[in-house]
């Protein structure tokens, strides 16, 4: 144990080409004007480009590399119920004809050509774009993210890249991050101008830590799944006898192949630069979840993605598989991935750090908080899309999912300071100073509280110097909630700006901010039945499903601000929502017609061979025949819901036409195949059952 621990924390980021590696590896001026392009969005020289190719070139060269890959993220990028991976890339090889020869047949050399390190090409009609690339105009190019450190993992160097159109348009998940994180370091400085606190920064950066949960069941029972293989989640299905009621998984002893991969994972994603730091069991059995230390938001993004990747991969090795679906089993809590969200500038400052002692963090505290309940009170609907997938929806307003309605929790303290503040008090009355709790025993000293207590109910809690966007799905990428969270804060800060500059008093602009926005301010219980009926009252919306949410995001004041901030133009928001449609019909289709081939090939002759056991015995069989007879006429039902898809001509008809009548006919037949696993002989259940799923790879 004593020798892996110290291959943990010895071996970690030895495979990045991170700051420090490249500091080393280029001369000091190149490394200066590269290490500041985040900021300035220069254009890197040509000559230092080819400097640049070079050294990364030797340095991948002795940590084995033989390929190099551009690796970008479209959008959606897979993920979701279908069970794909988040990322893309191509292999080249590390190679080149060495054009200097002269000879007539060019030899071949080893090398990294710069211009291919800075950018490559690609066919984009290939990937979801929403109408932005067709066949015939097809072209798409990857441009290394300067900002997100290239790294060595299995012989192949890997360089995160954006993805645009020959027109410049993005159909990716990172390039819009980007853009935002430019649009908050322009309104965050603003802002600091504006309120007197600007002290010679020159960048705001936003941080990002996921907590990755996941479940891990055995390779062997997942094949014979075609639901889990197709879909990522189970599509019938009945509880065990034995799940999460007691309470025994949460923080329990992880099992010993679990444990193997999880370790496997963190010395693995240690050597690439990803700081991997908790792992544990969740409260489901099967559920497990891994967190990294904090880092900036676009690099985290990348390193989840990285993550989910290398978990399938090495799970493989160990004869397991993992499950990303934000539900995989019915009945059982989902999975999540628990965006943490900040914002800083260079100098350390955190807008989000409540400080009792110092003015200066107090009125930025504040002043922080109003904007970005501003932002939230404004645009609901759009931090609402972006966890809206056909996966979430099994999973958001359940037990262990926040509700589709957004709001803000601030604190039930800060939230009576907002009230003082509208009423005409000090925006510095707050009191953010912790507090020791005692233990009532001695040998157990007092915890250091903070000043506020966390909320598991709300979407979008505070938690003492961050927010945690708790509504993001397990399998998307957190590219896209995160860059809406950057806008959100962007468009309050900007606002904010706007009404101190002309002039407004901050206490005056704080009062006023709060004011407009302080129905979107909740700290109660969000799983409560009071709550939607109050947030109706309120005039909150709740977008209860994919379909309905996704209507809401090329709205003409979402199309404003994103191109107010530089974030999107009007058709690549345009494109973005008929990217949710399509992906949902898909997502949906796949699991429809996965389920009427597991009722004709697997169920309903399974249901013949049970009910020929009591021929001789009809008085034995109860109401088996009634019931199977009730799944063979659903599985019909279902097929023709399927099949009248194809009147409908409109991608977002279509989807509505899957929400509202295709997956009620698919719950409805499940549920009768769920009583039928209940009574049919074990024998000749065609699919290995819940219990089977969840601990056969326990032992």
Not at 54 to 62: D, G, I, N, Q
Not at 653 to 661: G, P
């Given at each position: 144990?004593?020798s892996?621990?110290?291959?943990?924390?010895?071996?970690?980021?030895t495979?990045?080409?991170?700051?420090?590696?490249?500091?080393?590896?280029?001369p000091?001026?190149?490394?200066g004007?590269?290490i500041?392009?985040?900021?300035t969005?220069e254009t890197t020289?040509?000559?230092?480009?080819?400097?640049?190719?070079?050294?990364l070139?030797?340095?991948?060269?002795?940590r084995?590399?033989?390929?190099?890959?551009?690796?970008?993220?479209?959008?959606?990028?897979?993920?979701?119920?279908?069970?794909?991976q988040l990322?893309a890339?191509?292999?080249?090889?590390?190679?080149?004809?060495?054009?200097?020869?002269?000879?007539?047949?060019?030899p071949?050399?080893?090398?990294?050509?710069?211009?291919?390190?800075?950018?490559?090409?690609?066919?984009?009609?290939?990937?979801?774009?929403?109408?932005?690339?067709?066949?015939?105009g097809a072209?798409?190019?990857?441009i290394?993210?300067?900002?997100?450190p290239?790294?060595?993992?299995?012989?192949?160097l890997?360089i995160?890249?954006?993805?645009?159109?020959?027109?410049?348009?993005?159909i990716?998940?990172?390039?819009?991050l980007?853009?935002?994180?430019?649009?908050?370091?322009?309104?965050?400085?603003?802002?600091?101008?504006?309120?007197?606190?600007h002290?010679?920064?020159?960048?705001?950066?936003?941080?990002?830590?996921?907590?990755?949960?996941?479940?891990?069941?055995?390779?062997?029972?997942?094949?014979?799944r075609?639901d889990?293989?197709?879909?990522?989640?189970?599509l019938?299905?009945r509880?065990?006898?034995?799940?999460q009621?007691?309470?025994?998984?949460?923080?329990?002893?992880?099992?010993?192949?679990?444990?193997?991969l999880?370790?496997?994972i963190?010395v693995?994603?240690?050597?690439?630069?990803?700081?991997?730091?908790?792992?544990?069991?969740?409260?489901a059995?099967?559920?497990?979840?891994?967190?990294?230390?904090?880092?900036?938001?676009n690099?985290?993004?990348?390193?989840?993605?990285?993550?989910?990747?290398?978990?399938?991969?090495?799970?493989?090795?160990?004869?397991?598989?993992?499950?990303?679906?934000?539900?995989?089993?019915?009945g059982?809590?989902?999975?999540?991935?628990?965006?943490?969200?900040?914002?800083?500038?260079?100098?350390?400052v955190n807008?989000?750090?409540p400080?009792?002692?110092?003015?200066d963090?107090?009125?930025?505290?504040?002043?922080?908080?109003?904007?970005?309940?501003?932002?939230?009170?404004?645009?609901?609907?759009?931090?609402?899309?972006?966890?809206?997938?056909?996966?979430?929806d099994?999973?958001?307003?359940?037990?262990?999912?926040?509700?589709?309605i957004i709001s803000?929790?601030?604190?039930?303290?800060?939230?009576?300071?907002?009230d003082?503040?509208?009423a005409?008090?000090?925006?510095l009355?707050?009191?953010?100073?912790?507090?020791?709790?005692?233990?009532?025993?001695?040998?157990?000293?007092?915890?250091k509280?903070?000043?506020?207590?966390?909320?598991?109910?709300?979407?979008?809690?505070?938690?003492?110097?961050r927010f945690e966007?708790?509504?993001?799905?397990s399998s998307?990428?957190?590219?896209?909630?995160?860059?809406?969270?950057?806008?959100l804060?962007?468009?309050?800060?900007?606002h904010?700006?706007?009404?101190l500059?002309?002039?407004?008093?901050?206490k005056?602009?704080?009062?006023k901010?709060?004011k407009?926005?302080?129905?979107?301010?909740?700290t109660g219980?969000?799983?409560?039945?009071?709550?939607?009926?109050?947030?109706?009252?309120r005039?909150?919306p709740?977008?209860?499903?994919?379909p309905?949410?996704?209507?809401?995001?090329?709205?003409?004041?979402?199309?404003?601000?994103?191109?107010?901030?530089?974030?999107?133009?009007?058709d690549?928001?345009?494109?973005?929502?008929?990217?949710m449609?399509e992906?949902?019909?898909?997502?949906l289709?796949?699991?429809?017609e996965?389920?009427?081939?597991?009722?004709?090939?697997?169920i309903?002759p399974?249901?013949a061979?049970?009910?020929?056991?009591?021929?001789d015995?009809?008085?034995?069989?109860?109401?088996?025949?009634?019931?199977y007879?009730?799944?063979?006429?659903?599985t019909?039902?279902?097929?023709?819901a399927?099949?009248d898809?194809?009147?409908k001509?409109?991608?977002?008809?279509?989807?509505?036409?899957?929400?509202?009548v295709?997956?009620?006919?698919m719950?409805?037949?499940?549920?009768?195949?769920?009583?039928?696993?209940?009574?049919m002989d074990?024998?000749?259940?065609?699919y290995?059952?819940?219990?089977?799923?969840i601990?056969?790879?326990?032992?």
């Amino acid at each position: 144990m004593a020798s892996r621990v110290a291959d943990v924390l010895t071996m970690g980021f030895t495979n990045v080409w991170d700051d420090k590696a490249m500091e080393i590896t280029l001369p000091k001026d190149v490394y200066g004007r590269f290490i500041n392009v985040g900021v300035t969005g220069e254009t890197t020289s040509e000559k230092d480009q080819e400097i640049i190719a070079t050294a990364l070139f030797t340095w991948a060269r002795e940590r084995g590399a033989t390929d190099f890959a551009h690796w970008f993220f479209p959008m959606p990028g897979g993920g979701d119920a279908t069970g794909g991976q988040l990322g893309a890339h191509k292999m080249d090889t590390l190679i080149d004809l060495d054009f200097g020869s002269k000879h007539g047949f060019k030899p071949i050399k080893a090398c990294l050509p710069y211009e291919r390190l800075f950018q490559g090409e690609t066919d984009g009609s290939s990937f979801p774009n929403g109408g932005l690339r067709v066949t015939h105009g097809a072209a798409a190019f990857t441009i290394w993210d300067r900002t997100s450190p290239p790294f060595v993992w299995d012989k192949t160097l890997f360089i995160p890249c954006s993805f645009i159109t020959h027109w410049g348009k993005c159909i990716d998940e990172k390039t819009p991050l980007l853009r935002s994180n430019d649009a908050i370091r322009i309104q965050g400085l603003r802002l600091l101008k504006a309120l007197g606190l600007h002290k010679g920064e020159q960048q705001i950066n936003t941080f990002l830590g996921w907590e990755q949960e996941f479940f891990v069941v055995a390779a062997d029972q997942f094949l014979k799944r075609p639901d889990l293989v197709s879909c990522g989640r189970t599509l019938i299905g009945r509880l065990p006898t034995r799940g999460q009621q007691a309470d025994l998984n949460y923080f329990g002893p992880v099992p010993v192949r679990v444990d193997e991969l999880m370790s496997r994972i963190q010395v693995k994603m240690l050597q690439v630069g990803v700081p991997m730091a908790v792992r544990h069991n969740e409260v489901a059995p099967g559920q497990h979840e891994m967190s990294p230390i904090f880092r900036s938001a676009n690099i985290s993004a990348d390193s989840n993605v990285l993550f989910m990747d290398m978990m399938a991969r090495e799970a493989a090795k160990l004869g397991l598989a993992v499950l990303f679906h934000e539900k995989p089993f019915k009945g059982i809590n989902g999975s999540g991935k628990h965006a943490n969200w900040s914002i800083g500038t260079d100098k350390g400052v955190n807008f989000f750090k409540p400080d009792g002692k110092s003015e200066d963090q107090s009125k930025l505290f504040v002043a922080a908080l109003a904007c970005l309940a501003y932002g939230i009170d404004q645009y609901p609907e759009m931090m609402r899309v972006t966890v809206a997938t056909a996966g979430n929806d099994h999973r958001l307003g359940a037990q262990e999912a926040p509700p589709a309605i957004i709001s803000l929790y601030c604190g039930h303290n800060f939230e009576v300071h907002v009230d003082n503040i509208i009423a005409g008090g000090d925006i510095l009355g707050f009191n953010a100073e912790s507090k020791i709790q005692s233990t009532g025993c001695n040998a157990a000293m007092g915890a250091k509280a903070p000043v506020e207590d966390r909320n598991r109910t709300a979407p979008f809690p505070f938690c003492g110097n961050r927010f945690e966007f708790r509504a993001v799905g397990s399998s998307q990428n957190c590219a896209f909630p995160v860059m809406v969270c950057n806008v959100l804060m962007a468009s309050g800060m900007s606002h904010m700006s706007g009404l101190l500059e002309g002039g407004m008093p901050l206490k005056e602009v704080c009062a006023k901010m709060f004011k407009e926005s302080r129905k979107s301010i909740f700290t109660g219980n969000g799983y409560s039945a009071e709550w939607p009926i109050e947030a109706a009252k309120r005039g909150l919306p709740n977008l209860v499903n994919t379909p309905i949410a996704a209507e809401q995001w090329a709205s003409p004041k979402n199309k404003a601000i994103f191109e107010a901030l530089k974030i999107y133009a009007a058709d690549e928001v345009e494109a973005r929502a008929e990217v949710m449609f399509e992906n949902y019909v898909t997502v949906l289709s796949i699991e429809a017609e996965t389920m009427v081939q597991m009722m004709e090939t697997g169920i309903i002759p399974a249901c013949a061979k049970d009910i020929a056991v009591y021929k001789d015995a009809p008085q034995l069989a109860g109401d088996r025949l009634k019931l199977y007879t009730e799944i063979m006429e659903a599985t019909e039902a279902l097929k023709a819901a399927i099949e009248d898809k194809n009147l409908k001509t409109d991608i977002r008809e279509e989807a509505s036409h899957f929400c509202d009548v295709v997956k009620p006919q698919m719950e409805a037949l499940r549920n009768l195949v769920d009583q039928a696993e209940a009574i049919m002989d074990a024998t000749v259940y065609p699919y290995p059952t819940y219990e089977q799923l969840i601990y056969h790879h326990h032992h």
